[in-house]
């Protein structure tokens, strides 16, 4: 109900998100995840459904309730996120990448479960590196509007200048990652081509749906530029 009454700045756009974290297979029962909740990424999938976009959700494992009207197709690996992603991203508007994509996968997931042999070795790991799926979409011909996520733990505006420009991308919300990974709200520094910008303005933590809405209205703006 409250919905109804709301602004919609995205009607007739789709937008495109990515959330959660990945998760890379050792052997059938065990891989290599991260702290990702997913929490941002399905307040943003709500927000922008609020605001009248058509909204696909490509989720890694997280325990998130689907937002309501919002299509929500379920991953694990970053391989099988890049594969349902690349296909849809040219039919939509905006893609908007959340998700803590694993960087590396152990080189080969072993066929059954790895077994203790009884003297003391332990298993080694080589990995090789996952797809940039972001910076995939971005390099497409029909690129929609493209918004990247950047957790740092230092140097906050130069690495998301760096990583902004690296991407190819016009807009990057930048956080301090061990500050928002699982909590419940967050504030963030968005950086694009005139400079940055904290959000909100007062550079106070707010709630990811707060938070999530002002980003909606943030691209919706940019797009309408
Ligand atoms: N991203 C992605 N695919 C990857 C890695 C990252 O789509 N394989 C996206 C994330 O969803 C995020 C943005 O790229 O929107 C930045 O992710 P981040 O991990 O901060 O950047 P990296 O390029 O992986 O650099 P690093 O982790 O080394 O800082
Ligand atoms: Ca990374």
Redesign the pocket.
Known sequence: IVAFFQPKPLRGRRVLI?AGPTFEAIDPVRGITNLSSGKMGFALARAAREAGAEVTLVAGPVSQATPRGVRRIDVRS?VQMRDAVLPLAPEHDVFI???A?A?WRPATAAEHKLKKDGSGQCPALSFVE?????AGVARLPKAPYCV????ESEKLAEHARA?RER?GVPLLVANLGPATFGQDDNAVLLVDAAGERPLPEDGRRTDKLSLARLLVHEIANRLDA
């Open positions: 990515t970053a990448a959340t998700a994509v960087d996952n797809p940039d799926i972001l990247g996520f950047a957790a990583k991407k």
